[in-house]
Nanobody
Framework: EVQLVESGGGWVQPGGSLNLSCEVSGLSSDDMSWVRQAPGKGLEWIAGITRGGSKTYYSMEVTDRFTVSRDNTKRTVYLQMNNLKMEDTGEYYC?????????????????RGRGTQVTVHP
């Protein structure tokens, strides 16, 4: 059974940092992405990493602030988020099956975990 389990979310003030983790089981090494969903909006692709970790991709909204990485020996994908803004608030998911951009409907078709909530507020 394929399982993706996200963790590391929480509440943080603007300008703060969080480090999200996604533990993967039941799946051989795959291209991975992080997507998020703000309240009342569709899924938004924000970052991706190839299966070997050699290539990373970022949306314009998070580039230079977020860093995606992975440790395949631990079957874990990470998202280091720095200089967080209130507009970064949302549910964050890791998604298997692609490292590059997906539209909201395409992101829906990628296998995802249950998510971890990130709240950025003073």
């Amino acid at each position: 059974e394929v399982q993706l389990v996200e963790s590391g979310g929480g509440w943080v003030q603007p300008g703060g940092s969080l480090n999200l983790s996604c533990e993967v089981s039941g799946l051989s090494s795959d291209d991975m992405s992080w997507v998020r969903q703000a309240p009342g909006k569709g899924l938004e692709w924000i970052a991706g990493i190839t299966r070997g970790g050699s290539k990373t991709y970022y949306s314009m909204e998070v580039t230079d602030r977020f860093t995606v990485s992975r440790d395949n020996t631990k079957r874990t994908v990470y998202l280091q988020m720095n200089n967080l803004k209130m507009e970064d608030t949302g549910e964050y998911y890791c998604a298997a099956g692609g490292a590059t951009f997906c539209s909201p409907s395409s992101c829906e078709r990628r296998r995802r975990g249950r998510g971890t909530q990130v709240t950025v507020h003073p």
